[in-house]
Structure formats: structure tokens, C-alpha cells
């Protein structure tokens, strides 16, 4: 598994350095908690699950991390940022055209962790393609390289074990 997730880094990092655009990535929280209400924390797995994202994406030039005010997106990207140094910007989950519009306009490499109701939405607008996500999808990061006015679109797995 080890050695898949070396794989993934170097396809990450292969293919940002050939953009001659920006690159953003698009992921669903981890595994949330299936305690009632609307702000459940992460479950141990998608602590985990977030964990790996971090080391996954640490070699990624990332210049902004954008994710929803929930507590499960939040601890999904909170490793990450930490070791960044980048400051979360939190966005309207209602709001997804005007998140595209500027992710479109600012042309930063970046990550926008979102939700299964959400993520699709926002591949869709920013020209990725149709998704189907539900309860189940964990862990599927769309990786969408802006270059010469296209969009090419990898879908990767973020493994639950390291």
C-alpha cells in the first residue's frame, strides 16, 4: 500500500509540473460519525483517511485550502493546512458557482473539500465532468489540471491505511 501511495505522490507532483496553468483538487470529508445532528465529527478512519491526504498531497505546491464551515471538513484538511502553513478560507456550501468562478479566476493550486452532495456539483462547474458520490464515496480526489484552456480530470484514492 506504501508503495501505491509513493506512486500517487509522483503522478501528483508529475503532473502539476507539467501544468502550465493551476491544478485543483477536489475531495468529500472523511468518514464522519453517525451521531445525530447536522455537525458530526470525523470517525478514527477519517482522521485517518486525513491524515493520508496530508502526506499524499505534501509535496503539492498548494497556495489555498478552501473548505466548508462543517467540523468534519474542517478536521479532513486541518493536517494539511497545518502542515502548509495555509490558512483554511471557508466557502458557502450553497455558493458552489461563485467558488468555481474564483477558484477559475485566482488560478491557484489548490483543494476544495466539500461534501457528496457538493463535490459533484463542483467538478461539474469547473468543466470535470459528471460524478455520482453517496453516503458511501470516501476518499475519491479529483485531481483537475487547468492547461491551454482545458480541463483534464484524474480521479484518485486516498487509502484508508498508509
Known sequence: MRL??????????????????????????GEKQLEQGKD???TVDGLQRADN?????????LTAIYSTDYRRTQQTVAA???QKGIE????PPGQLATLAATLKQHRQNALVVGHSNTTPELLALLGGGDV????????????????????FVTHLRVPLQP
Do not use: C, W
Open 132 to 151: 455520482q458520490m453517496d453516503e458511501s464515496n470516501y476518499g475519491d480526489l479529483y485531481q483537475l489540471v487547468f492547461a491551454d484552456d482545458k480541463v
Open 40 to 42: 458530526p465529527a470525523l
Open 80 to 82: 494539511l493546512a497545518g
Open 4 to 29: 501505491v501511495l509513493l506512486l500517487l505522490v509522483g503522478l501528483l507532483q508529475v503532473d502539476v509540473a507539467l501544468a502550465n496553468d493551476f491544478t485543483v483538487y477536489l475531495i468529500r470529508h
Open 53 to 61: 491526504l496530508a502526506q499524499m498531497l505534501s509535496a503539492v505546491p
Open 88 to 91: 483554511v478560507q471557508s466557502y
